[in-house]
Each structure stands twice: as structure tokens, then as C-alpha cells.
């Protein structure tokens, strides 16, 4: 069975900083492209940042310079660092598997508010 089990999430200040974690079990994770999606209420849900299976990295342009994707693949993690948070990075976040070759997996979400 799959699971993708995210943590990280609360209340912060702007300005503040917070980590995300995404554990996955139940799929090789060496050989998945990893992302962090986030969904606002009323709004669609958006890419973030994604890392491939070979570490490449890229990231919506809301969040360049201020969110790092990381991956640890001896601990099937993967990670999102945000720095410099603003009111507007305020939604649910979903951690993402997909499979090169066919194969997606979705965690539950960890909600992150930031105050203003």
C-alpha cells in the first residue's frame, strides 16, 4: 500500500520559516519525480516545486528564491523549505508522486497559515 504522510505545517508569521516533510512508503521513491502542490481555498491547485529523480529542481515563480525541494532518498523524504513566508503562501499542501513511466500518488495535505 502507498502512503505519502506529509508534516510540517502550522501557524507562522511573515517573514517566518517552516519545513515540510514527505514521507513515502510503499514505492521505490529513488525512481520517482517528487512535488509539493498546494491548494487555497477557492483556488486550483498549483505546482510549487518538483525534484526529480535524478535532483533536478524547479519552481513556480510565487516561490523562487524563497522555497528549497529537497530529496533524501536513504530516508524516502522529501522536503520543502520556505523562507521569507508571505501571507499569500497561506494553503493546504499536498507532497506528489509521479512515475516516469505511468503511476501517481497524492499524500493528505498539511496546512500551513501564515499571518500577517
Known amino acids: 500500500q502507498v502512503q505519502l504522510v506529509e508534516s510540517g505545517g502550522g501557524l507562522v508569521q511573515a517573514g517566518g520559516s517552516l519545513r515540510l516533510s514527505c514521507v513515502a512508503s510503499?514505492?521505490?521513491?529513488?525512481?520517482?519525480?517528487m512535488a509539493w502542490y498546494r491548494q487555497a481555498p477557492e483556488n486550483q491547485r498549483e505546482k510549487v516545486a518538483v525534484?526529480?529523480?535524478?535532483?533536478?529542481?524547479d519552481y513556480a515563480d510565487s516561490v523562487k528564491g524563497r522555497f528549497t525541494i529537497s530529496r533524501d532518498n536513504a530516508k524516502n523524504t522529501m522536503y520543502l523549505q520556505m523562507n521569507s513566508l508571505k501571507p499569500e503562501d497561506t494553503a493546504q499542501y499536498y507532497c506528489?508522486?509521479?512515475?516516469?513511466?505511468?503511476?501517481?500518488?497524492w499524500g493528505q495535505g498539511t496546512q500551513l497559515t501564515v499571518s500577517s
Open positions: 510503499g514505492i521505490t521513491f529513488d525512481f520517482y519525480d
Open positions: 506528489n508522486a509521479v512515475h516516469p513511466i505511468g503511476g501517481e500518488y
Open positions: 525534484i526529480t529523480s535524478g535532483g533536478r529542481r
